[in-house]
């Protein structure tokens, strides 16, 4: 039988010469896809079998409402995270809103006034600027009287470890550890490297608490940063490890003491871990953190296929075609305007929920530029499902991640490449 994929993508609007090209890149790729799927396999082994660790059964799937006292199934997940991150304990919850409420929980559920953290790898996320008091807003860690330094990246990437020993003082109780880029052209960190930052700060004082944001990073790698040091690493479920089946949520895993003072903030002092009723999102948890390996390589091989493609054609993209992959973003610098709204157009086209809409920059709050956003989810604002964000000021970059399958992902970029074709941008 032979299997009329052509015509297929004819159907869907790509035309035979986007498939080609696309076909001849994809060939090319089929030894570093393997290594994902080598990766995908070892990861998927873990995440099994820390669910046979804690014997997960159908009563882990049910809900609980009002208090959620005794609700076994969260109380199991959590210990499968746990054990799948090599942490002591961790809080997985519906009640996170999203990463950046997980990250803000661990901050002040562990400093204290007077207390000060650092940033070693530079400026963190945006929204993590409001969180620390870096823009004053209201409810910052600098309202609470925790002030924050930052060391910034060497210019070629690397750490300043003589500033980050200088930064370091009494008062320093917490550092905060960036994985992944995320809108930024710094390089994403390995967990290696970042084993050797946390060496590095222990090395200084020993007793200060290391915790790393490890958006978008979960399952990219066979180890995770808990196991090189991290006393706390935090995420959110709408990414990752939710395996785009979450529908809400963020964990926070690691050292046992860190994780409940965590909890003492984000539920209340006294009550902890003990409440927090799931109202039947269990089921999606666990399948989400199931499937999370596959759905990360999927998307890690569209991010490479999207890098080879558009480094081909001539365009500027961080991480590179050959690149070594430690999160799931993909930067291309399209340099014009009318490109990056072609580009987002496509992947808004390829989506499987709202594709027939086409997206146009808007005044985001929060933004100095308007921005462009293609994503046509199962799950609003997922950032592991296929979609694209830019705004709309020189380089014009668009910054495209996701795919819960590798298949899609691939339709995606073929598609956001018929766009530019088809608006006269690129020639093939
Ligand atoms: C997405 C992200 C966050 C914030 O997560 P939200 O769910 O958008 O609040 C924080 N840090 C990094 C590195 C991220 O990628």
Same mark, same amino acid.
């Given at each position: 039988?032979?299997?009329?994929?052509? #015509?297929?993508? !004819?159907?869907?609007?790509?035309?035979?010469?986007?498939?080609?090209?696309?076909?001849?890149?994809?060939?090319?790729?089929?030894?570093?896809?393997?290594?994902?799927?080598?990766?995908?396999?070892?990861?998927?082994?873990?995440?099994?079998?820390?669910?046979?660790?804690?014997?997960?059964?159908?009563?882990?799937?049910?809900?609980?409402?009002?208090?959620?006292?005794?609700?076994?199934?969260?109380?199991?997940?959590?210990?499968?995270?746990?054990?799948?991150?090599?942490?002591?304990?961790?809080?997985?919850?519906?009640?996170?809103?999203?990463? *950046?409420?997980?990250?803000?929980?661990?901050?002040? #559920?562990?400093?204290?006034?007077?207390?000060?953290?650092?940033?070693?790898?530079?400026?963190?996320?945006?929204?993590?600027?409001?969180?620390?008091?870096?823009?004053?807003?209201?409810?910052?860690?600098?309202?609470?009287?925790?002030?924050?330094?930052?060391?910034?990246?060497?210019?070629?990437?690397?750490?300043?470890?003589?500033?980050?020993? !200088?930064?370091?003082?009494?008062?320093?109780?917490?550092? *905060?550890?960036?994985?992944?880029?995320?809108?930024? *052209?710094?390089?994403?960190?390995?967990? *290696?490297?970042?084993?050797?930052?946390?060496?590095?700060?222990?090395?200084?004082?020993?007793?200060?608490?290391?915790?790393?944001?490890?958006?978008?990073?979960?399952?990219?790698?066979?180890?995770?940063?808990?196991?090189?040091?991290?006393?706390?690493?935090?995420?959110?479920?709408?990414?990752?490890?939710?395996?785009?089946?979450?529908?809400?949520? #963020?964990?926070?895993?690691?050292?046992?003491?860190?994780?409940?003072?965590?909890?003492?903030?984000?539920?209340?002092?006294?009550?902890?871990?003990?409440?927090?009723?799931?109202?039947?999102?269990?089921?999606?948890?666990?399948?989400?953190?199931?499937?999370?390996?596959?759905?990360?390589?999927?998307?890690?091989?569209?991010?490479? @296929?999207?890098?080879?493609?558009?480094?081909?054609?001539?365009?500027?993209?961080?991480?590179?075609?050959?690149?070594?992959?430690?999160?799931?973003?993909?930067? &291309?610098?399209?340099?014009?305007?009318?490109?990056?709204?072609?580009?987002?157009?496509?992947?808004?086209?390829?989506?499987?929920?709202?594709?027939?809409?086409?997206?146009?920059?808007?005044?985001?709050?929060?933004?100095?530029?308007?921005?462009?956003?293609?994503? #046509?989810?199962?799950?609003?604002?997922?950032?592991?499902?296929?979609?694209?964000?830019?705004?709309?000021?020189?380089?014009?970059? &668009?910054? @495209?991640?996701?795919?819960?399958?590798?298949?899609?992902?691939?339709?995606?970029?073929?598609?956001?490449?018929? !766009?530019?074709?088809?608006?006269?941008?690129?020639?093939?």
């Amino acid at each position: 039988m032979t299997i009329d994929k052509a #015509g297929m993508y !004819k159907k869907l609007g790509i035309s035979k010469e986007v498939l080609g090209f696309g076909t001849e890149i994809e060939q090319a790729l089929k030894e570093r896809f393997a290594k994902i799927d080598e990766i995908a396999e070892y990861n998927q082994l873990k995440v099994i079998h820390a669910m046979h660790e804690h014997k997960v059964s159908e009563a882990c799937l049910y809900a609980s409402s009002g208090y959620g006292y005794n609700d076994l199934g969260r109380d199991t997940l959590e210990e499968v995270y746990a054990t799948a991150f090599k942490a002591e304990s961790a809080l997985v919850r519906p009640q996170i809103a999203c990463g *950046t409420h997980a990250l803000s929980v661990a901050l002040s #559920g562990n400093l204290r006034p007077g207390d000060e953290l650092l940033s070693p790898v530079g400026k963190p996320y945006d929204t993590l600027e409001e969180v620390i008091g870096i823009r004053p807003s209201k409810g910052s860690l600098a309202e609470y009287g925790v002030t924050y330094r930052q060391v910034d990246l060497l210019p070629n990437g690397t750490f300043d470890y003589a500033n980050i020993k !200088k930064a370091i003082n009494e008062k320093t109780k917490l550092v *905060t550890i960036q994985r992944s880029k995320g809108y930024q *052209t710094r390089p994403t960190f390995s967990v *290696t490297q970042i084993g050797e930052l946390i060496h590095f700060v222990k090395g200084v004082k020993p007793d200060v608490i290391c915790m790393v944001d490890n958006c978008y990073g979960e399952f990219v790698e066979i180890i995770e940063p808990s196991e090189v040091g991290a006393d706390l690493i935090v995420g959110s479920l709408i990414k990752n490890p939710g395996g785009g089946l979450a529908p809400i949520g #963020g964990y926070i895993a690691g050292k046992e003491e860190y994780v409940e003072n965590a909890a003492y903030r984000l539920t209340s002092p006294g009550l902890g871990k003990e409440v927090g009723a799931t109202l039947g999102v269990n089921q999606s948890f666990y399948q989400g953190f199931f499937m999370a390996p596959t759905v990360t390589a999927g998307a890690l091989k569209g991010a490479i @296929f999207a890098a080879n493609i558009y480094e081909k054609l001539g365009y500027s993209v961080i991480p590179d075609g050959r690149e070594e992959r430690h999160d799931i973003i993909q930067a &291309v610098t399209l340099g014009s305007p009318e490109a990056v709204i072609a580009f987002c157009q496509g992947i808004q086209a390829a989506a499987p929920v709202d594709s027939y809409v086409s997206p146009e920059p808007w005044a985001m709050p929060g933004y100095d530029s308007d921005v462009i956003m293609a994503a #046509g989810a199962f799950v609003q604002g997922s950032s592991i499902e296929l979609s694209a964000d830019a705004p709309i000021k020189p380089p014009y970059a &668009v910054y @495209f991640q996701g795919g819960l399958t590798w298949q899609h992902a691939k339709l995606g970029i073929l598609m956001s490449l018929q !766009k530019l074709v088809e608006a006269g941008i690129v020639n093939l």
